[in-house]
Structures are given as structure tokens and as C-alpha cells.
């Protein structure tokens, strides 16, 4: 069965660092990989997907996800973090060829301190 | 502006009453989903339509139920409101193929007395 794990709860990082928020898939086929963000009490906003190409993906907000198929990975990551960056952030994966249903992670807590 | 809509944002209601959330998108997708989050949490998908007249239950067993008999209304409806049901529902559509993104409502916040 297709799945994603996101292996870190929260990940703190200094303002202006360069932040990582990881995360692994297992999937039979080709994965469809997506990455949202949450605001407190928002829906969730879509930020990149990889589907095919290249392995760095750029998204929004300076965002960018790097495809690396040997490690079944798609880890999320930003030059330079802002604290307006803190929020909840979910990978997702396409739950199986032919459907839009999308398989979430449980989600990181991404806390950037000034 | 194409968006997806949610209403209400907010909504305490006590056991045993009946409630729809409602879920509105000008998006002109075929696909809408309903997912069950807790604060915080993962989502969990309890709902889908694939067009008109066509719903399916999701991954997540609920006591909810869906209709869908235009294209850009998917309505959540609980016949009894329980405790048990408290949580943030949150709606979402997207385009066919599969290649793309799903687009998410603000989200409805259901507290249940």
C-alpha cells in the first residue's frame, strides 16, 4: 500500500538558516508527491508537487522539494527560513495509479524562532 | 475569483442536533473531497465524489453523509451531532488526471456539547 511518513513531529530552526522538513514514500508505480502548509485554523495550501522532470521541484514562497528516487524521498527545504514560515506542514502521496486520492503524513511542525 | 467556500467557520452545536457543512467551489472541478482533521493532526479522507451523483465513502468510517447534485456543491450532512464528532472538516476539489493538486477550503470547525 502507497504511504508517506513524516518522521520528525517539529523541526526548530534559527530565522534566516536553512531549513529541512523530511519525508519518505513507499508507493508500487510512479509516485505523484505533493507538499501542503497549514496556517492555525486554515485549510492547507498547496506548495509544489513532483510528478515527472527534475528532481528539485520549486514551489511557493521560496520553497523547493528534492525527488531522490534511491532514498524514496521528498524532503522540503527553504535557502533561508522566516518566521513567518512557522506552521504545520504535510507530505502527500497519489494513493494509487489512476486516482486523485492523495495519502497524507501526519504532519511537522515547523517553528522558526527570530 | 475561482475559490472553494466554506461555511460556517465555526459552529457549536449540542448532542443530538442535526447539521450540515457546506462546501461550495467555482472551480469548475468534477472531483471534491471531505477530509476529518483534529488540531493538529493528520487528515483523514471520509468522503469523495468523482462528479455528480457519484460519492464514496473514504478511508475513514463516518457517521456523515454527502450528497452531490450540482457540480460545484458537495454538502456534509450529520444526522445527530455526537461529541465523538467534534473535530475541523475540511473540503477540497481538484481538476481530473490524477497529476494534480487538490485545492482545500478554510475548513469548518464542528464542536459538539
Known amino acids: 500500500a502507497q504511504s508517506v511518513a513524516q518522521p520528525e513531529d517539529q523541526v526548530n530552526v534559527a530565522e534566516g538558516n536553512p531549513l529541512t522538513v523530511k519525508c519518505t514514500y513507499s508507493?508500487?508505480?510512479?509516485?505523484?508527491l505533493f507538499w501542503y502548509v497549514q496556517y492555525p485554523n486554515r485549510g492547507l495550501q498547496f506548495l509544489l508537487k513532483?510528478?515527472?522532470?527534475?528532481?528539485l521541484v520549486k514551489g511557493s514562497y521560496g520553497f523547493e522539494a528534492e525527488f531522490n528516487k534511491s532514498q524514496t524521498s521528498f524532503h522540503l527545504k527553504k535557502p533561508s527560513a522566516l518566521v513567518s514560515d512557522s506552521a504545520l506542514y504535510f507530505c502527500a502521496v497519489r494513493e494509487r495509479e489512476n486516482t486523485d486520492k492523495l495519502i497524507f503524513g501526519t504532519g511537522t511542525r515547523l517553528q522558526v524562532f527570530p | 475569483e475561482a475559490d472553494i467556500y466554506q461555511t460556517p467557520r465555526y459552529l457549536v452545536i449540542g448532542t443530538g442536533k442535526k447539521i450540515t457543512l457546506e462546501c461550495s467551489q467555482t472551480m469548475g472541478h468534477d472531483k471534491m473531497y471531505w477530509y476529518q482533521q483534529d488540531p493538529g493532526m493528520e487528515l483523514h479522507l471520509i468522503h469523495y465524489?468523482?462528479?455528480?451523483?457519484?460519492?464514496e465513502k473514504g478511508d475513514l468510517s463516518s457517521e456523515s453523509t454527502v450528497s452531490r447534485i450540482r457540480t460545484e456543491h458537495f454538502p456534509l450532512t450529520l444526522e445527530s451531532a455526537r461529541p465523538s464528532h467534534t473535530s475541523q472538516y475540511l473540503c477540497?476539489?481538484?481538476?481530473?488526471?490524477?497529476?494534480?493538486?487538490?485545492?482545500f477550503g478554510p475548513g469548518t470547525r464542528l464542536t459538539v456539547l
Open positions: 508507493v508500487s508505480g510512479n509516485p505523484y
Open positions: 477540497a476539489s481538484s481538476e481530473p488526471a490524477g497529476r494534480n493538486e487538490q485545492f
Open positions: 513532483y510528478i515527472t522532470g527534475d528532481n
Open positions: 465524489s468523482y462528479g455528480v451523483n457519484s460519492t
